[in-house]
């Protein structure tokens, strides 16, 4: 199974950010379909069937980690990385507690997949691959994505092109931190 660890778009903001790519870079070239968008937080390769459970409890325990907490992105920028063509809008800046999630899950690539790559994470949405050269857009983008489940998808090749469907999802629910106790009033102290 080919997988990783993602946040879903929602269906309303997808079409918005669909209508917004017709309007601003209209490219005839490999447009990724709406239904497809996601942010990658870490790709995993392939994975064997039978390391499934132990991978989900791994990730559940990482949904309760100090810094996975629900947030926000801003999507603000559009960028480009020529080698694989691949045009994206994201953010400029994210919460850097969101760079921890991704971290966290990154080296399960090589727990339990097969990816071994290096980390250059930019949280993003692909928009197009296979893009020959990065147009302009005419107006930047501007969408706010709200986040508040990991989700683990697998990436399915289908005649139809490559789609994406959820395995599992766990909501970012940061164990509280334990403190100590209200203190007891010391014997002297008045009512
Ligand atoms: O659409 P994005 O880029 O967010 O780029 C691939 C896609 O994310 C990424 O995993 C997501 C689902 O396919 N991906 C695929 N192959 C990859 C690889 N060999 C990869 N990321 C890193 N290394």
Not at 87 to 109: D, E, N, V, Y
Not at 118 to 141: D, G
Request: some cysteine.
């Amino acid at each position: 199974m080919r997988l990783f660890f993602a946040l879903p778009v929602e269906a309303s903001l997808a079409l918005a950010i669909e209508h917004w790519r017709k309007q601003n870079i209209p490219l005839a070239q490999s447009p990724v379909p709406a239904a497809n968008f996601h942010i990658t937080l870490a790709f995993l390769g392939e994975v064997s069937a039978n390391l499934l459970d132990a991978l989900c409890r791994r990730a559940e325990e990482i949904s309760h980690a100090p810094f996975a907490q629900p947030g926000q992105l801003h999507l603000d920028t559009m960028g480009y990385w020529p080698k694989p063509g691949i045009l994206w809008i994201g953010p400029k800046h994210w919460p850097t507690r969101f760079g921890q999630l991704a971290s966290a899950l990154f080296p399960l690539g090589k727990t339990f997949g097969s990816h071994r790559g290096k980390q250059n994470f930019q949280p993003h949405v692909t928009l197009y691959r296979h893009c020959e050269s990065p147009p302009q857009a005419i107006m930047p983008p501007d969408f706010l994505i709200h986040y508040s489940d990991l989700v683990l998808f697998e990436s399915i090749n289908g005649k139809s092109g490559v789609r994406y469907q959820e395995c599992a999802s766990w909501p970012l629910q940061a164990r509280p931190v334990r403190t100590a106790g209200p203190r007891r009033p010391g014997l002297g102290s008045k009512p």
